[in-house]
């Protein structure tokens, strides 16, 4: 909804500027008759991109008479309405817009602290009730006060297709919509009737109460769900043994994207098991109350199979992604990922715990997937960088690209798995045989040996057989301690083996 100011002037206290005179000085250029003789429809044509734009609309109907009854005759123009509008423009939306469906949103926090608040409200509600039934989207904010009501949503919103719910204050009612073309719910901090919604093809919930049986219900009654995203909502059990109960899957096969962020861990698990969507293209999963190591390798391997199980799509970011520290996991094939915060790993086995949990996440990697990964963003702060990246090496067959990000501690076991052969099973081979450019982040840079190091990366692996050569290396270095002496030595050693080098420090 375009954003307009809450007061914009009237018809009669405006004068046309600059910027409204823009279309009619194009016309008298392109049209050196009268202004008057253009048809409605051309007409039409240079108004269109303003709709909702009611300051420039007002001004433009100053130009002269027959702009204004064009203006005022075209409904399409005056299809936004909100109660932050002045009253006088309020009511000639209403009255302009005729037949056509309206946006309409209604702030109840705009009032606040206004002495005429009820006055103000009740008289929105009643120049609007009345078009109840042309209301095409609405947005609604609740006010934080007990005089809080769920009027908007107790009408009959026979054409509403769009709804947007900000809430402010805890309520006891779940208010049932009748509003059978439905199709986008986006709810922050607020309670619906939730088995009441059918057909949808967008679904936002944000820190609502809603239910993960109540979800399921919505879910199978909305085939065509595009878009479902569930930020912060718990999804508690609601009955009893529902998550051994209900073994039904959920068929969305027009589902493009899924993102479940701060669900309980059993409830994500449970949607990844039984949500089946064949044409997802963006999967962002976010699970941080873990606390057994099994379950964190559970929902891994079920994330699997979103991440890897279907080919990339056309225009899809062709990077894998790993990462993984103390407070958390990440893993990942272009848009679609799997993040695990404060993951239940410690003492001696945490690696092992990591590199399963990846494991997982790659046991349903479609060979396409894997073939069209070319690019490989890999942090791994720990001694298992090593076994990490023989990990990817298995799966990910054509890396021409790793950007990766060392700890200053770990960087040589990152560059020795990458300088010479590694055993696998019975035999010895070069990681990434098609690596071809090189890319390193540090936080600070003290070494004097690292270019060295890399020097003697690049000869090795141009001087080996079965491997292609590095021909870029880009060092970007940030923050923390820089030794001026380490990087000169740095540049020249990248200089001596003949390669196309970038060093970037940022401050």
Known sequence: MPTTEAEPPTPNSLSVNRETRAPLDLLHHFHPSPIHSLPPEVLHLVFLPFVGEYSRLLHLRLVCKYWAEVIDSTAELWKVISNKFHPGLQAMIIRNSGNHLLDVEYDQTWWKSDPEEEDKMAAFAWLIESAASRWQALIYRQADDSRSDTWPLSLPL??????????????????????????????????????????????????????????????HASPDLQDLSLQQTLLEDGTEGFLNSSLKKIRLPRLCSLDISGARALSTLFLLSRIEAPGLRMFWVDVDDLTDAADCTQICEAAGRYIGALPLLNNQDVQAQIRFNRSEMLFGCGSRTIMIQNPPWTGANGAQAKLACIAAAMKHLDSRTCEEITDLYVSCPDDASGECLRLVHSRFPRIVQIVGQPDLGTTDTFLQHLSSPSQLGSAE???????????????????????????????????????????????????????????????????????????????
């Open 158 to 219: 026979h054409n509403l297709e769009r709804i947007k719910i900000n809430g402010l204050a805890r309520s006891d009612q779940h208010p049932t919509l009748d509003a059978p073309k439905l199709s986008s719910v986006h709810v922050s901090r607020y309670s619906l009737d939730w088995r009441s919604l059918s057909g949808l093809r967008a679904l936002n919930l944000e820190s609502t109460d809603s239910t993960l049986d109540e979800l399921t219900v919505i879910l």
């Open 429 to 507: 081979e070069w990681l990434f045989p098609k690596l071809a450019k090189l890319q390193l982040y540090f936080s600070g840079f003290t070494d004097t040996d690292m270019g060295s190091r890399l020097a003697e990366l690049v000869k090795r692996r141009k001087e080996a057989e079965g491997t292609g050569e590095i021909t870029e290396v880009s060092i970007i270095i940030s923050f923390g301690v820089i030794n001026g002496s380490a990087l000169e030595i740095l540049k020249q050693s990248l200089a001596g083996v003949q390669i196309q080098f970038d060093i970037e420090v940022v401050v």
